[in-house]
Each structure stands twice: as structure tokens, then as C-alpha cells.
């Protein structure tokens, strides 16, 4: 799965060049559609979950990977409750970005393994839309959601056991991406999910990868729980000697509770590694919009069109926060964190250059 690396720039909405090599393209390396000087339009989706995924899993998603990339190319897909979706238009391209913090729970409890641990009952007997808040109860919240992140009771039980499953579940993954990889017409990025939601403010990152040259294993948020040691981890296990190319896309920060970057306090050697991870992040999706929220009781003509905002959303009214909380929450939004950078680069800036 070789793909060329510059959709870096612009990977949510374009390519400024062709996806990748292979036997498919012409002499100079591009695909037949390529137009020096032209940039053409693709669209993907960097944030999917197959039925690797436990919160996917319990409300009845068993769609593998393969069957998510198959149905990105314009499959039909069954949902849990038996009715068959297909998109009008295949996409270009898509990563499955499952959250690594269940690997080893989903390899025990459902596939391949299917374990009759008594752990497992719940996740593999109420798995369905209707019962799914039961399976996201007993074992979602008891984990990620701590401030500090504890392991399942199955491996605190049985730690050798899971600490192979993640590799196991990461390589499965690798395999199918790669295999739904089709130069020229599709592109399968490799990926996974850094699900930090400690104390429930939610502070994850997509964690995308450029071809196939990936992390020798998943890393989650259960021993890298903060996004320093996520970065730390990708520094030191993605070599570029080897190939290896990575981004940590941060989401919904509108659920983040003003947690989600810490511009002004990091060290310098943690801004270098947050500007080398971190260069993209995702605007909108379901769980509501991380653009902007408006000034605290008042008018913001900056943020004055229609925010959507759901139930996930925090705050969904003002009269949720005091404005402290709610500027906080506003500051981690993509165009209050913009002011914040700019700030917090200015007065480092004049620290370190005297005026006159």
C-alpha cells in the first residue's frame, strides 16, 4: 500500500498530487487522471469504526474492516437490524481508525477468539442497538473514562494474555487495509484510534498513517495516557529511516471540556512534537461541530451562522457554564485554539527578543 505523502497538507478535503505507485500508473509515477499544476478533489472519510470497536460492537456493528473499506468502494452493507445501505457515490479514499484501548478486549471476547470468560457475557449477548447502553455501561465507562485509565477485569486477571492480543488485532487490521488498497481508484490509509475520555472529557486523536510502513504496535490510551506520551510513542516507534509517516488528528474537541491542547504551558520540546503530530484536526462530525462557539453571552459575528450541536455536545446552552467553563470549552474550539496559539507564540516570542 504505497501512497504518496502529501495529502498531509490537505488530506480532509484534497490531494495536491496522485495517490501512491504501482503497475497501474505511467512512466513519470501518476496515475492516467493526473494534470501537472492541477489539483483535483477526493473524497474520504479519516474516522470509521468497524465492529472492531467495543462502542461499535455493542450497539450491533459486526462489520469487519474489509466489509468497511468494500463498502466505502461502493459494497452494500448490512446493518444490525438487517436493512442494506449503499453509498450513491463510492469514496476515494478511507482509513478505519478502531480504538486501539480494546484491541486485546475484542480479540478475547469476540473474534477470533470468542471466549466463554463470564467477562465476556454482556459484550456478546446484548450486543444490539437496543441493548447496547448495557455493553457501553460495563465496560466503555469503567475504562477510558477514568482519569487515570485502568485495565478490563479479563486482563488485570490475565496480563500476558492481553498484552499479545493488541499486536494480534493490529496486524489483522494492517492486512485488510492493505488489501482493500487499489492504486489510482482507492486508497486504504492504515489507522487507529487514541481514545483518551478522562473524567468523560473527550481528548482523542485519529492516529493516520501514510502507507504501510506503520507503529509496530497500536498505541493506546491505556499506557499513553496523555498526548505528549502519544506523541513520544510515535516519535520513537515511526522511524522515517523506515519509511514510517504519521498524524494524530484531534476530534470533537466540542466535547473536550477546554481540555483538549495546552498551547500556552507546553515545553518547547512538546510543541515540536505536537506541531510534527498534529498539523490536521476534524471540524464536524456526528457528535456535533469544534469550529467556534460564541462569545459568553453575546453576538459573536465570528461564529454567527448555525452551530450544530447534539446531545453529545457539551455545553449544548449557555446556561449549562458559568462563563469561565464556557470560555474554556470555547478556547479548545479550532478558532478560539487559533487565537490561543497565536498569543502563546507571541509572548514567547517577546521573551526571547528584546524591544528597541
Not at 485519529?206 to 496523555?226: C, G, H, K, L, W
Request: hydrophobic share 35%.
Amino acid at each position: 500500500m504505497t501512497k504518496n505523502v502529501s495529502y498531509w497538507m490537505c488530506a480532509l478535503v484534497c490531494f495536491s498530487q496522485t495517490f501512491g505507485v504501482g503497475e497501474t500508473f505511467a512512466a513519470d509515477d501518476h496515475c492516467p487522471y493526473y494534470q501537472a499544476g492541477t489539483k483535483q478533489v477526493y473524497w474520504g472519510d479519516l474516522h470509521v469504526h468497524s465492529g472492531y470497536s467495543l462502542d461499535a460492537w455493542g450497539y450491533g456493528t459486526s462489520a469487519t474492516p474489509a466489509q468497511a473499506y468494500a463498502f466505502a468502494r461502493g459494497g452494500v452493507l448490512e446493518l444490525a437490524d438487517t436493512s442494506k445501505i449503499q453509498l450513491d457515490r463510492p469514496l476515494d479514499f478511507m482509513a478505519v481508525t478502531d480504538h486501539a484501548e480494546w484491541f486485546n478486549l475484542m480479540h478475547i471476547c469476540t473474534d477470533p477468539e470468542w471466549s466463554d470468560a463470564a467477562y465476556c457475557d454482556t459484550m456478546t449477548e446484548k450486543n444490539t442497538p437496543e441493548l447496547g447502553s448495557e455493553v457501553f455501561g460495563e465496560y466503555v465507562v469503567p475504562t477510558i473514562t477514568k482519569a487515570t485509565p485502568v485495565p478490563t477485569e479479563l486482563c488485570a486477571a490475565n496480563p500476558e494474555h492481553c498484552q499479545r492480543m493488541p499486536t494480534q488485532q493490529w496486524h489483522r487490521i494492517q492486512t485488510q487495509g492493505d488489501q482493500a488498497n487499489d492504486p489510482c481508484n482507492f486508497t486504504s490509509f492504515l489507522g487507529y484510534e487514541w481514545s483518551a475520555t478522562g473524567d468523560f472529557s473527550h481528548n482523542h486523536r485519529n492516529v493516520i498513517f501514510a502507507n504501510s510502513q506503520v507503529t509496530p504496535e497500536a498505541i493506546d490510551y491505556m499506557r499513553f495516557p496523555t498526548p505528549a506520551k502519544l506523541w513520544s510513542e510515535l516519535d520513537r516507534q515511526c522511524l522515517a529511516e523506515d519509511g514510517c509517516q504519521v498524524l494524530a488528528i484531534p476530534h470533537n474537541m466540542n466535547m473536550g471540556d477546554g481540555k483538549s491542547f495546552d498551547v500556552e504551558s507546553e515545553s518547547a520540546d512538546i510543541l515540536e512534537l505536537r506541531s510534527r503530530y498534529e498539523t490536521l484536526v476534524e471540524i464536524h462530525q456526528e457528535k456535533g461541530n469544534s469550529e467556534c462557539l460564541p462569545a459568553f453571552g453575546a453576538t459573536d459575528e465570528d461564529c454567527s451562522f448555525e452551530i450544530y450541536l447534539t446531545k453529545n455536545s457539551r455545553p449544548v446552552v449557555q446556561s449549562e457554564l458559568n462563563r469561565q467553563e464556557w470560555e474554556r470549552m470555547r478556547g479548545s474550539h479550532v478558532r478560539g485554539l487559533l487565537l490561543r496559539g497565536i498569543a502563546a507564540y507571541d509572548e514567547r516570542v517577546a521573551k526571547f527578543i528584546p524591544c528597541g
